[in-house]
């Protein structure tokens, strides 16, 4: 199993930008995929983002298409979300995680992973 740490949550006005980061510790960081979720008050955790194990591939909720970018460091053994043009309707808390097992990225479902974070707090005021 991966360890997963997240940071860089925060409070933000509407289309401000913030950087979340997740450090991974554990398994080889290259041989796996992962992801970003969020959940929000009342709501199921849904998928934001996702990248393949070697970093070459990257996938986004429609919802946030254009406005975030998902990014990998073998090196560092870090996975970084970049969220621009924030809106208020992106408040949730956002849950790394790791060990992608599903076999279609456009359907990834918290189900597909093996490993998660414990969730660090974004909240867009307007």
């Known amino acids: 199993q991966v360890k997963l740490v997240e940071s860089g949550g925060g409070l933000v006005q509407a289309g401000g930008s913030l950087r979340l980061s997740c450090a991974a510790y554990g398994r080889t960081f290259s041989s796996y995929g992962l992801a970003w979720f969020r959940q929000a008050p009342g709501k199921e955790r849904e998928f934001v983002a996702g990248i393949s194990w070697s970093g070459e591939s990257s996938y986004y909720a429609d919802s946030v298409k254009g406005r975030f970018t998902i990014s990998k460091d073998n090196v560092k053994q870090t996975v970084n979300l970049q969220m621009n043009s924030l809106k208020p309707e992106d408040t949730a808390a956002y849950y790394c995680?790791?060990?992608?097992?599903?076999?279609?990225?456009?359907?990834?479902?918290?189900?597909?992973?093996?490993?998660w974070g414990q969730g660090t707090q974004v909240t867009v005021s307007s």
């Open positions: 995680a790791a060990e992608f097992l599903g076999r279609n990225w456009n359907e990834a479902h918290p189900r597909d992973f093996g490993s």
